[in-house]
């Protein structure tokens, strides 16, 4: 079994976009350590996915959670619901073609910008 970053319970509630999903407690945010977007592992009543969790804009994250989800759970606005943060996902590292590193080092200007 893997390490939870944080565990809590919320209500479902609407973003300033309109999605439906969860308002991350601060310290959730806080082991998060970015207040930028975040790639996550988590649960929402045992069902776990990956997503986005998305800056409120007041220092915390929003969770959404998808309507097959939701209506898997028979979840709705306002309902209250069991959330784990499971653990953030690396971005994938970009693979940087064979040509570009050659011309790249050909080029002190090129070396020195990238």
């Known amino acids: 079994m893997d390490r939870i970053l944080k565990r809590f319970r919320a209500g479902l ?18 082991r998060l350590g970015t207040r930028r977007q975040v790639s996550a592992v988590v649960s ?17 994250h929003f969770l959404p959670i998808k309507k097959a989800v939701r209506e898997k759970l028979g979840i709705s606005f306002g309902d209250t619901v069991e959330v784990a943060i499971h653990h953030k996902v690396s971005p994938p590292e970009a693979a940087v073609p064979q040509e570009l590193v050659e011309a790249i080092a050909k080029s002190d200007t090129d070396r020195k910008a990238w």
Do not use: D, H, K, M
């Open 13 to 30: 509630t609407r973003n300033v976009r309109g999605y439906l999903g969860v308002v991350l407690p601060r310290e959730a945010s806080e």
């Open 44 to 60: 929402v009543a045992g069902i776990r996915f990956q997503t986005v969790l998305s800056p409120t804009g007041e220092g915390g």
